[in-house]
Structures are given as C-alpha cells and as structure tokens.
C-alpha cells in the first residue's frame, strides 16, 4: 500500500519562496510518475508539475520558470520548490503518485500574501 505525506506548506509574502516534499511509503516509488497538484477555494484540482520515473519533466504555463519539479528515489521523495510566489498561488497542494492508478496525499497549505 502506498502512503503519501506532504511537508512544507505556509504563510509566505509575495515574492517569497517555499519547498514542499512529499515522501512516499511503498516500494513502486523510482518507477513511478509522481506530480504536484493544487486545489484553490472553489476551484477545480489543477495539474502543476509531473516528473516522470525518467526524470522528465512537465509545468503548468502558469508556473513555469518559477517552479521545479525534482525527486530523490534514494529517500522516496519528491520536491516542488517554488520561487517568485504569487497570491495566486495559493491554495491546498496535493502529491500525486501514479502507477497502475492515482494515489493521493492528504494536501499541505499555501497561502501566498499580497
């Protein structure tokens, strides 16, 4: 069974920057795709980045240059480091681990201030 914990998650001022982790129980982690996904007030859950067992990579256009994707298969962990935040970033970031189906974290907060 897969269990995923987030960790990292804040208040932070415009502009500033914060790195989640997400780490992972199990033993599917190095071949799995693992992404980043965030949920605002009213809004639908939305992709942000994915990185592949390969290491490739793929963002939102609303993130990109301003956030990395990055994982440690040694730790069984996964990273989004987030720079240049914007108030409208905010909102509950969920891991996601995918292989054969969808494993969700339970979300940390982000809370970007103007």
């Known amino acids: 069974q897969v269990q995923l914990v987030e960790s990292g998650g804040g208040l932070v001022q415009a502009g500033g920057s914060l790195r989640l982790s997400c780490a992972a129980s199990?033993?599917?982690?190095?071949?799995?795709?693992m992404g980043w996904y965030r949920q605002a007030p009213g809004a639908q859950r939305e992709l942000v980045a994915i990185?592949?067992?390969?290491?490739?990579?793929k963002y939102a256009d609303s993130v990109k240059g301003r956030f990395t994707i990055s994982r440690d298969n040694a730790k069984n962990t996964v990273y989004l480091q987030m720079n240049t935040l914007k108030p409208e970033d905010t909102a509950v970031y969920y891991c996601?681990?995918?292989?054969?189906?969808?494993?969700w974290g339970q979300g940390t907060q982000v809370t970007v201030s103007s």
């Open positions: 199990g033993s599917i982690f190095s071949i799995s795709r």
């Open positions: 996601n681990l995918w292989f054969s189906r969808d494993y």
């Open positions: 990185i592949t067992s390969g290491g490739s990579t």
